[in-house]
Nanobody, 122 residues
Framework: QLQLVESGGDLVQPGGSLRLSCTASGSSSSFSLYDMGWYRQAPGKQRQLVAW???????TYANSVKGRFTISRDNAKNTIYLQMNNLKPEDTAVYYC??????????????WGQGTQVTVSA
């Protein structure tokens, strides 16, 4: 089991920056084997993928955040980060961390954090 704890959410003005962190504990010795992602959910909307980083450190971004957000990982610290620059009001949401790993062709491990609130407002 992995436990994921997000931090770094805050109220920020449009154009500002934040860095979110997600730290894993529990079976963290296998942290490097997990693909990791950041999702967000705004009020009344479905949860959507923001950024993804694989165990091989390949990254994927939602079109809406490309060029503004950067996902990274530090396996020595069992932590992933989301650097968010040039924030916009539409980035306002609860941001969730996800850890995903295929054990076999039919068995996956899928863990979520509790979320951290990001509010972009003047």
């Amino acid at each position: 089991q992995l436990q994921l704890v997000e931090s770094g959410g805050d109220l920020v003005q449009p154009g500002g920056s934040l860095r979110l962190s997600c730290t894993a504990s529990g079976s963290s010795s296998s942290f490097s084997l997990y693909d990791m992602g950041w999702y967000r959910q705004a009020p009344g909307k479905q949860r959507q993928l923001v950024a993804w980083i694989t165990s091989a450190v390949s990254t994927t971004y939602a079109n809406s955040v490309k060029g503004r957000f950067t996902i990274s990982r530090d396996n020595a610290k069992n932590t992933i980060y989301l650097q968010m620059n040039n924030l916009k009001p539409e980035d306002t949401a609860v941001y969730y961390c996800n850890a995903y790993r295929h054990l076999t062709s039919t068995t996956v491990l899928d863990y979520w954090g509790q979320g951290t609130q990001v509010t972009v407002s003047a």
